[in-house]
Structures are given as structure tokens and as C-alpha cells.
């Protein structure tokens, strides 16, 4: 009985970690569509992957009307609605602890701008720039679809115990940090208690 128990939590830990992984993927979009939207406002010719289509093609279709009227104002109300679209991942990130369901909601929602890349790359003649783009929405995609799965085996967990196997598998450098200072601790001592045992003896 307490093998089975053993091997039931074990699969726990791996799902809270997958769930976790599919979190620090949806962080990932969200941090990178942010930077790639301020190198777009300053017309910086570099762009990073991991970055949602939805916020940038917003802004790019915004931004696209200035230059007609001499004025920036186009390129702050383009700022201000894609980054409108971005709250709902950054509400999905940051609640799906406390909601686990929300991970669901990532996904549909990351699938919707996933679809958005695909009508794009279907309108553009040279499709092989978009290939690195496809292939990290499929990538987060994975990640999400992991995270959905391992929401929905966790159903039945409590709050309460997928925060107590969340802080079992978060990497324990408190630990570490203090094991290697009693190490040095311990060996320091040996040390002293060696020299003053050899002065005693001289």
C-alpha cells in the first residue's frame, strides 16, 4: 500500500511540474511580446521568437496609419491595445495557481492567436520567414496542451496540496546554500581543533 502511495504522489509531482512548465511558457510570451513591442515603436530591426502574434499585428496595423498623419498618437493607441491584448495572459499566468482551469483558458486562447499566424503566413509570398515563428507557436503550444492535461489529472487535488508538492519540487538553494556553509563551518572547526591540538603537543 504505501508502494502505490509512493508512485501516486511521485505522478503528482510530475504533473504539478509539467503544469508549471506550461506556466513559465505563457511568462515567456508575455515578457517577449512586450519587448518586441517596444523595439517595433523605436523601429528597431530586431524581433525576438517567443512572442504572441496577436499584440504585434495589432500594433503593426495601428502604427501603419502615423506616418499619413504626422503624429505619434497612432503609435501610443497602438501600444495601449496590443498591450490590452496581453492581460488576459498575464491574468492567466498569474491566477492559474489559484484556478487551475485558467491554463485551459492559455490554451484556447494562444490556439486563437496561433490561427491568426496561420491566416497571415498564408497571405505573405515568402511563408519560409514565418517558419521559426510556426514552430514556436507549436512549441508553446505543446507546453500548454502538457499543462491542460496535467490540470485536468489534478482535478481532484486540493489547493492546499498542489502548494505543498509545488514547494516540495521548487529547487531548494536555501537548503544547498546552508548545507555548504555548514560544510565550511564544520571544516573550519576541524581545522582550528587540528592547530591547537599540534601547539598543545609542541
Known sequence: MMRIHSEDTADLRQQVQKFEKARNNLLAVILFTVVNLFLSAFNADLTFLFSATLPQFVFAVVKAIDPDTGSNI???????????????????????????????????YFGMDSFLLIILVLDMESKASFLLEIVFHVWILYYLITG???????????????????????????????SVSTTSSVSAGSDEQIAEEERDGV
Do not use: C, H
Open 74 to 108: 497612432f503609435i501610443i493607441a497602438g501600444l495601449i491595445i496590443a498591450f490590452i491584448t496581453i492581460i488576459p495572459y498575464f491574468i492567466f499566468w498569474i491566477l492559474a495557481r489559484r484556478a487551475r482551469g485558467l491554463i485551459l483558458a492559455a490554451l484556447i
Open 148 to 178: 491542460v492535461t496535467a490540470w485536468f489529472k489534478m482535478r481532484d487535488v486540493s489547493k492546499d496540496e498542489f502548494k505543498a508538492i509545488l514547494q516540495e519540487i521548487k529547487p531548494n538553494k536555501t537548503i544547498s546554500t546552508t
